[in-house]
């Protein structure tokens, strides 16, 4: 049985690298596979950015774009999907980044007085999160996102985003704290789990703590 998975993993592979090698010779039908085989995976990033499904779907359309386009950058000897999520992660980021305002965000020195509470970690039913992520303003999701579900630094979101490190702390914080006000009022089932994320259960797992990091 051992024998016969890795045989099919690596039947997948090569047809992968087929499928990949053939959107590099700019083939429709490789472009489809690629799109139809990575399509849940890169929808769940862009519904996490997003603020509906309809812009979602845009994002998703746009991400694929781009990676059609540089896909004769991609490194073969890498893993390709977290290479195709870094495109789609961009994306979703230039798709808001000139609807993000910061200016009503103030900088982490605000909160210092605030005390510090011990690590929590908490699993939601994915839609049951992703319909609270989503509730936040652009720049509270995205900095979330990135920092509590893509592991991003706040010193990396900064540069991203184009703001201070103190900035992305706060907007951090401040998303985490409205996340938990629509947890106190909501109905999810939520357990004790690392900060993972866990696809094949269905489930976004990710930190909730508004412990300053």
Known sequence: ?????????SENDHILKKHIQGCVRNERDSQKALYK??????????????NNRLDAAGILNDGFFKAFKHISKYESDKAFMPWLG???TNTAIDYYRT????????DIAEYEHIAQV?????????????????????????????YAIDGYTHEEIGEMLNIS???SKSNLFKARQKLQDMLKGADARIYHVNNTVN???NVLQVRLNTKMQ
Not at 1 to 9: D, L, N
Not at 38 to 49: E, N
Not at 99 to 106: G, I
């Open 1 to 9: 049985m051992k024998g016969e998975h890795v045989t099919a993993s």
């Open 37 to 50: 085989h990575f399509y849940s995976f890169a929808m769940a990033i862009c519904l996490r950015y997003a």
């Open 86 to 88: 870094r495109i789609i």
């Open 99 to 106: 609807n993000l305002k910061f200016t009503d965000h103030a």
């Open 118 to 146: 011990s690590s929590v970690y908490d699993q939601l039913a994915y839609n049951d999160l992703l319909e609270m992520v989503q509730k936040l303003s652009p720049a509270y999701r995205t900095v979330f996102n990135l």
């Open 165 to 167: 490190a103190g900035t």
């Open 199 to 201: 696809d094949e259960r």
